[in-house]
């Protein structure tokens, strides 16, 4: 009996679908969180709502055809928002201008048995995280993704926290500088992320290079004398070469982070904070120097017992999300049985 069932567990499999502006990952991942295969297929995000439909299935096709007799317990969609997971539908995002509120869900469902589900990026990998990686063992976890942009998403009690429409934690547009020159593009002056993204960090120090040229001479060296050229993965060359003004940026970055972060702490006292994302890559370094600083902004006496860790799924966090996301949705599973 016992073997029976550890046999019947062992070949379900999760099937998470990571749809970006110009390709769709999709791949077969275990109950345990391994990803057993990944494909790449392309996107066509400007076509027709079928174009960007059947992108979609062959992604989910070739996942399939990997092991055709893994018992596909779920489908899980990762799309970028705005979108309404609560009614499976794409509102309008501006890197799939393809679709336009369009029920993905309930078009996916029609070409498969398994129960089909959707979320956007930061909410599917605060999940996977929380599941399986680096926020594993935690009830409340608090994940960011920093990156060209900051998204965020947070799982309280075990499930991702929704809000009313499915619009919350969109933590990477709290504002921490109402007056600020910088106006994110969500149109509010001061988002953490027009002031401590990846861009941001880049924009900070082109900046930097016009106003003080001599300052910035490693910066302008390596971006070949380029002012364009320069990026947050040069910031971070340049930072660790010892550079003064590079230190000085990221210094400010993780500055600011550690604001915003106090406020995050005041607000939903997380068990632990989970970063991801390309630019977390070079602040991972800071992490000690944000753990340090959160605490005084803000008020909770015991903030510094929260950890800041490193997020466990790279570049696999979409289809990780996806994955997860399955396993959130008891109630979809059961209708479909
Ligand atoms: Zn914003």
Redesign the pocket.
């Known amino acids: 009996m016992l073997d029976e069932c550890q046999g019947e567990f062992m070949s379900d499999s999760l099937l998470g679908v990571d749809i970006g502006g110009t390709k769709v990952a999709a791949g077969l991942v275990d109950l345990q969180g391994e990803i057993l295969f990944k494909t790449r297929n392309p996107m066509n995000s400007r076509g027709s709502a079928e174009e960007g439909l059947s992108a979609v299935l062959m992604a989910i096709n070739d996942a399939l055809a990997f092991s055709p007799d893994a018992n596909v317990v779920g489908i899980g969609l990762i799309a970028p928002g705005p979108l309404d997971p609560k009614r499976g539908l794409i509102i309008n995002p501006p890197n799939n201008p393809c679709w336009r509120n369009y029920p993905l869900v309930q078009e996916v469902q029609k070409h498969y048995d398994s129960p089909v589900v959707l979320d956007n990026d930061a909410n599917g990998a605060a999940l996977a995280e929380a599941i399986w990686g680096a926020g594993r063992g935690y009830s409340n976890v608090f994940y960011a993704t920093l990156g060209t942009g900051i998204g965020t998403g947070m799982v309280l009690d075990g499930k991702i926290f929704h809000g009313r429409t499915g619009a919350a934690a969109?933590g990477?547009?709290?504002?921490i500088d109402y007056r600020s020159r910088y106006v994110?593009?969500?149109?509010?002056p001061g988002?953490?992320?027009?002031l401590a993204s990846g861009r941001a960090v880049a924009r900070r120090a082109k900046e930097k290079a016009v106003t003080a040229p001599q300052a910035a001479a490693l910066l302008l060296e390596l971006a070949d004398g380029k002012i364009d050229n320069i990026t947050a993965e040069l910031v971070g060359k340049a930072w660790k070469a010892g550079d003064p003004l590079a230190t000085e940026i990221l210094e400010e970055t993780a500055d600011m982070l550690a604001a915003w972060i106090g406020n995050i702490v005041d607000m939903i006292e997380p068990e632990v904070m989970v970063f991801g994302g390309g630019l977390t890559d070079l602040m991972k370094d800071w992490f000690a120097h944000i753990e340090r600083a959160f605490p005084k902004w803000a008020i909770n006496q015991r903030a510094s017992e929260i950890p800041i860790v490193h997020a466990k799924y790279g570049h696999d966090a979409g289809v990780a999300g996806g994955a997860a996301l399955c396993l959130s949705l008891p109630k979809a599973v059961s209708m479909s049985m």
Do not use: N, Q, R
Not at 172 to 175: S, Y
Not at 184 to 188: A, D, L, N, R, V
Not at 191 to 194: G, L, R
């Open positions: 969109e990477g547009h709290m504002t994110c593009g969500c149109g509010k988002c953490i992320e027009v």
